[in-house]
């Protein structure tokens, strides 16, 4: 059977359909909200959303490397001895963790989310198992350079994923003698020491889902006065020897540190100055040894929250369980939403907490 001629009409009008289809498809592209501008090449909704995900977990500031989301942070036990300040690094850590070590001294644990972005820290001290605790809940690799010895049982018992100054101190740590101090005072190290050590070491980097968002925060921005009322300072001691005020500077928006009523400043001179202020207020016992051990207790309590230049009365809870995330409630009894940046958080004991102070008056 021979095939029909084409019409030479018909193909012409198919053409002109084509060519007013496209033309019709090219104007309605132009005719958006741009004015017939080019359509606009930036990020869709979803990856807008995608990318405001990309926030440190312990500040919730954006910006955080896509590469460090989902490791684990990294705890580090930090001297808080007179001969150890100004202490190397103190205005880097995420969150610092500051509690009774024995004798009515301190010791910080300073926690970062990224283990890439340490400068150079120190004087690292020796490990206290309450401290432990606290970095477990956090899923944290434990940085130490010694430790008590209920500090080692737990380590041992439990199986966590440490870091010694005791075992690796010129492999992955070094000393600083540039200053006339004991040797206990002079540890150091510093992120690409730590980063060498995970890697050589084997530890196991990716962190456990209870890590993955370890806190709320509120929207950058978006914060609202706290239902306690204005806090242009919070006093608080550790001990007769360790006060601390923390005053609001309403310039930057963040509560700088005073201790025993001197700026508290890493090396070099910048003062200390945090976003959040925690106080976590928690009964204290004597281990009955002879080195004067303390045992805190981690499972709970009140405690009160400052941020800018507000406070409320807040709960606290962790549980009986090593591992067990610490969680922090609002005084409504809804988690507590953090403002985005650094924190500070005191482990205060239960016996001074009526000494805590907050102040609505500015400072003269």
């Known amino acids: 059977m021979k095939k029909k001629a084409k019409n030479p009409r018909q193909g012409a009008s198919f053409c002109m359909a084509a060519l007013l289809l496209l033309a019709i498809t090219a104007g309605l592209a132009g005719c958006g909200t741009n004015g017939g501008e080019e359509p606009s090449t930036g990020p869709t909704e979803g990856q807008t959303q995608a990318q405001a995900v990309v926030v440190n977990p312990l500040t919730g500031e954006p910006g955080f490397p896509e590469a460090a989301l989902g490791k684990r942070p990294v705890a580090v036990i930090i001297n808080n001895a007179p001969a150890a300040r100004p202490q190397w690094g103190l205005c880097a850590p995420d969150i610092v963790f500051e509690g009774l070590a024995e004798g009515g001294i301190t010791r910080m644990m300073w926690l970062f989310a990224n283990v890439q972005d340490i400068p150079k820290i120190g004087s690292l001290r020796s490990a206290r198992h309450d401290f432990l605790e606290v970095a477990e809940g956090f899923d944290a690799i434990f940085v130490h350079w010694g430790g008590s010895v209920y500090a080692y049982d737990a380590l041992k018992q439990r199986d966590v994923d440490d870091i010694d100054g005791m075992t690796y101190s010129n492999q992955y740590f070094y000393r600083d003698q540039s200053r006339n101090v004991g040797l206990e005072h002079t540890g150091c190290t510093d992120g690409e020491r730590l980063s060498r050590a995970i890697e050589s070491i084997g530890l196991r980097q990716e962190a456990g889902a209870s890590y993955q968002a370890p806190f709320t925060f509120a929207r950058e921005g978006e914060e609202s006065a706290l239902a306690g009322g204005p806090c242009t300072s919070l006093t608080f001691s550790f001990s007769d020897d360790y006060r601390h005020t923390f005053r609001y500077d309403a310039a930057t928006g963040l509560y700088q540190n005073f201790m025993n009523d001197k700026p508290m400043t890493q090396d070099g001179g910048q003062q200390m100055a945090v976003k959040n202020v925690l106080l976590l207020f928690c009964p204290i016992k004597s281990m009955g040894d002879a080195s ?23 709960t606290w809870k962790k549980g009986n369980t090593p591992a067990n995330p610490l969680k922090l409630y609002a005084a409504d009894g809804a988690e507590l939403a953090l403002s985005v940046g650094q924190s500070y958080i005191g482990l205060v004991p239960q016996a001074r907490q009526e000494k805590a102070s907050v102040s609505a008056a500015e400072e003269a």
């Open 292 to 314: 004067g051990c303390i045992d805190m207790d981690l499972t709970g309590g009140s405690g009160i929250y400052a941020a800018n230049g507000s406070y409320e009365r807040i």
